[in-house]
Nanobody, 117 residues
Framework: QVQLVESGGGLVQPGGSLRLSCAAS????????MGWYRQAPGKQRELVAS???????NYADSVKGRFDISRDNAKKTVYLQMNSLKPEDTAVYYC???????????WGQGTQVTVSS
């Protein structure tokens, strides 16, 4: 099993910054993709950013140039640095880990990010 624990959400003013962290534990294969999704009220969950253990990084068009995803493979942790936050970034942010060999997805419990003045 895999456990994901997120931290770093909160309330921030428009234009501000937040950094989310997600620590993974359990049976984690070396080849994986970790990322962040978000879900706003009344909307579907959407990909924000993802980063493979080796290779590609992907961003939603809406966050390109403002958000940066990074990971520390030794610590099994993924980070999301969010800058120039906008009210439309308000959502619950979920950490995700994907194992391509088993095609299994694992999710964190979610952390609320609210951008408001």
């Amino acid at each position: 099993q895999v456990q994901l624990v997120e931290s770093g959400g909160g309330l921030v003013q428009p234009g501000g910054s937040l950094r989310l962290s997600c620590a993974a534990s359990g049976s984690i294969f070396s080849i994986n993709t970790m990322g962040w999704y978000r879900q706003a009220p009344g909307k579907q969950r959407e990909l924000v950013a993802s980063k493979a253990s080796v290779g590609s990084t992907n961003y939603a068009d809406s966050v390109k140039g403002r958000f940066d995803i990074s990971r520390d493979n030794a610590k099994k942790t993924v980070y999301l640095q969010m800058n120039s936050l906008k009210p439309e970034d308000t959502a619950v942010y979920y950490c995700n880990l994907y194992h391509p060999w088993t095609r299994k997805n694992y999710w964190g419990q979610g952390t609320q990010v609210t951008v408001s003045s």
